[in-house]
């Protein structure tokens, strides 16, 4: 029967207890609203570990002032259930007061990786997600801790993060899960009705025409962008937020596509919903 734990200390505990025993941890943090994706990222966590901590937690720091925090889904009945089904021993539900009680003052700032990509549009983001990221690690003390690459900047900045401040949690990522017709999974995928779920789907597309134009022998990525953008724009409701062709390791814009170039997107459906997803041009999945 999975254990469903709201204090930070109980949290600890039951780590340090399991650890004691000789069992590794695996973690999967989420703002809950599970889809396919997060049930994935549990069951490798479950691959990978001895037992599995999932955490729900919609993390106010990480939300930008004009942003979803107030409307963001969730389900928490449903979520207990999934998470339960993919062989969670433990999800931790804390609330805000609990994680950002009155008087903290401290943030982690990961400088350079963020800022570029979504951190030209969200300012502040990535610093509330490396500063939860961090609690939760230091609530939890993983082995192991499982991210999506949908949110592929979130990944480099975090393993950047766990290398510069020495935090023993081997980051795993999980290859992007998506539907049948090719859209990314995402929690925001529910703020979609049926035609702006239409003009969601001009993402994985673009990111297959660019594949197709790769195999083809393209590698200028001004040429790509190019008509990556007449396709997007091709879609009604769809406003661009970036199109960028950067290399994995340091996100950084490349002059020619290689294996390790990455298209990354962001495109605002229906002038409220943004959305983001990436891929490898060359000889890798996701
Ligand atoms: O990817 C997410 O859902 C969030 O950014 C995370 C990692 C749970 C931190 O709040």
């Known amino acids: 029967m999975m254990e469903i734990v709201k204090m930070p200390s109980e949290m600890t505990a039951w780590s340090r207890k399991e ?29 990978r570990a001895d037992k599995v901590v999932a955490s729900l937690f919609v993390n106010p720091t990480q939300f930008g002032p004009h942003e979803d925090l107030s409307n963001y889904p969730s389900d928490v009945a449903r979520d207990c259930q999934l998470a339960e089904e993919s062989g969670v021993a433990v999800l931790f539900v804390p609330d805000a007061e609990t994680m ?16 570029n ?3 030209v549009d969200r300012p502040g983001h990535f610093d ?14 993983p082995d192991l801790a499982v991210f999506g ?47 702006l779920r239409e003009a969601a789907l001009s993402l994985s597309r673009a990111i297959q025409l660019a594949r197709k134009q790769t195999a083809s022998g393209e590698r200028d990525p001004g040429i790509m962008a190019a008509s990556v953008r007449t396709l997007i724009d091709s879609y009604p409701d769809t406003a661009i937020d970036y199109i960028q062709f950067v290399d994995q390791h340091d996100l950084k814009a490349v002059k020619t596509i290689t294996c390790d170039t990455v298209l990354a997107l962001a ?3 229906g002038g409220k919903v943004r959305l983001i997803d990436n891929g490898f041009l060359l000889d890798k999945d996701s």
């Open 128 to 141: 509330g997600v490396t500063t939860i990221v961090t609690k939760l690690f230091n609530i939890v003390q």
């Open 267 to 269: 495109v605002k459906i």
């Open 149 to 195: 690459r949908k949110d592929f900047q979130q990944l480099v900045v975090i393993r950047q993060m766990c290398r510069d401040l020495n935090i023993g949690v081997k980051i795993v990522g999980h290859p992007i899960v998506r539907e049948a017709d090719g859209l990314a999974m995402s929690s925001r995928n529910s703020y979609l009705t049926d035609s």
């Open 100 to 115: 950002y009680p009155e008087g903290a003052c401290t943030t982690v700032a990961v400088n350079g990786l963020t800022r």
């Open 19 to 47: 650890r004691s025993l000789g069992h590794s941890i695996g973690f999967v943090p989420t703002m809950g609203f599970f889809h396919e994706g997060h049930l994935a990222l549990m069951r490798l966590a479950g691959q």
């Open 117 to 119: 990509l979504c951190g």
